[in-house]
């Protein structure tokens, strides 16, 4: 009868105390494979994944009963947290809320002790180094790339700066030259018409100035062969007069010298 109720009673004790079991969880980064080693008491790492872009570990959790503990230890050359050379803390969250957490570490591994209430699903774990990816080297290479991008664009700008700068000084030039050929043509234009004026002045009255020469104007030639017509129609009829007188006289000169000679008979 005792042996029965010690029996029972072991059984009982079993039964109530809550599972512990070790195991590990395989994650693959940059196709080579890690375990990870974890204690869980009812709880159930099912798969770990990383994120290279947080440097975090994200574990699939299955927790069996009301609340189950997780303990997970960690090799610093795969997985760890600094800042430089000093150790810095993980930040864990549990379906997405921060939670507190106790470490045990030494030179080689950092082991994390945590709580998990039933129902978890997803617990992940961030720090800065893992699997030779640093957070802090992307930080750098992401702030000199920046950097690089910055004096890129920089250059760009300047370029087009000095390009919209010579566009313009061209444009300001041809402007210049062609306002100065405008005023050397306007000013070609005016001295021209001031010598044609003074050509002009300088010709006498009745004249005008036409093709580069002083030549009589129409008004002054039709009075000139106004007053040339009957001048001439004047000396041609005195000559004729004349020409009728002598011919006249002629004739009376020869008949008077026949009339002597017949007397003289």
Not at 77 to 97: E, H, N, P, R, W
Not at 174 to 193: G, V, Y
Request: proline share 1%; with cysteine; charged share 30%.
């Amino acid at each position: 009868m005792k042996l029965n109720i010690a029996y029972v009673t072991v059984l009982i004790a079993a039964i109530m105390i809550p599972s512990a079991f070790a195991d590990s969880v395989t994650t693959e980064i940059n196709s080579t494979s890690y375990d990870i080693e974890y204690t869980g008491n009812n709880v159930v790492l099912k798969s770990a994944t990383a994120d290279l872009d947080f440097i975090s570990l994200i574990f699939e959790t299955e927790v069996t009963g009301t609340d189950g503990d997780v303990t997970i230890t960690f090799q610093r050359d795969f997985f760890d947290a600094k800042i430089g050379y000093s150790d810095d803390d993980f930040f864990i969250l549990s379906d997405g809320d921060e939670i507190e957490f106790e470490e045990i570490k030494d030179d080689t591994s950092r082991t994390l002790s945590f709580s998990l209430s039933a129902g978890t699903e997803e617990i992940e774990i961030i720090g800065t180094i893992l699997a030779d990816n640093s957070f802090l080297e992307e930080q750098k290479e992401q702030a000199e790339q920046e950097i690089k991008d910055k004096e890129a664009a920089e250059k760009a700008a300047a370029a087009i700066d000095e390009a919209k700068k010579e566009a313009a000084e061209k444009a300001a030039a041809e402007k210049a030259a062609a306002d100065a050929a405008a005023k050397a043509e306007q000013e070609a234009k005016l001295a021209e018409e001031q010598r044609l004026e003074k050509l002009m002045s300088s010709c006498g009255d009745g004249t005008v100035f036409e093709n580069g020469e002083c030549v009589l104007s129409p008004m002054a030639k039709n009075a000139t062969d106004m007053r040339t017509g009957p001048l001439i129609y004047s000396i041609v009829i005195a000559m004729s007069l004349g020409i009728i007188i002598t011919l006249i006289l002629w004739g009376i000169g020869k008949r008077s010298h026949k009339v002597l000679s017949d007397d003289d008979s």
